[in-house]
């Protein structure tokens, strides 16, 4: 897919901001000693609520859990960053929001319907659909190397 000159910079621009912000909250939770995803687990009040509680009350699973919600933010975020398999990072983001988004829902919340994750998963469907890395990352490179 070719697009022009401006569509590549906002793509691109847009691909690196989210990577920027997934590697951030990555590593601000990983430096946190004290960060579990808990207190968030058990806020459910929607569809699998049983499922996210028991993750918050099984200290095995709330480890697996917090581990993979860091590390998939960081490798998320750092695969953004330097375009390699930003197609996949992206997916995987998309999922990862819309999980967030199902645990806590806003509207069950008297809040809006459409929240920040609900724009940060259609951001990150974006950038999975028209991906950047072709052109701009280390897909480029590797593709050229083929």
């Not at 590549?8 to 590593?27: D, K, S």
């Not at 000693?33 to 009040?45: H, I």
């Amino acid at each position: 897919m070719k697009y022009s000159i401006i569509q590549t910079a906002v793509l691109l621009i847009l691909r690196l901001v989210l990577g920027y912000h997934f590697l951030y909250e990555g590593i601000d939770k990983l430096l946190n000693e004290t960060w579990t995803s808990a207190p968030f687990l058990l806020q459910a009040n929607w569809i699998y609520t049983d499922f996210f509680h028991s993750l918050a009350n099984n200290q095995t699973y709330l480890r697996i859990t917090d581990l993979l919600n860091i590390w998939g933010q960081i490798l998320i975020g750092i695969s953004l960053i330097i375009g390699l398999y930003s197609k996949v990072a992206a997916y995987f983001g998309a999922f990862l929001l819309f999980m967030y988004y199902i645990t806590v829902p806003p509207f069950l919340n008297n809040q809006m319907l459409i929240d920040k994750n609900v724009i940060e998963f259609l951001c990150f469907l974006v950038i999975a659909i028209f991906p950047t890395s072709q052109i701009f990352g280390i897909d480029f490179l590797l593709k050229k190397t083929k």
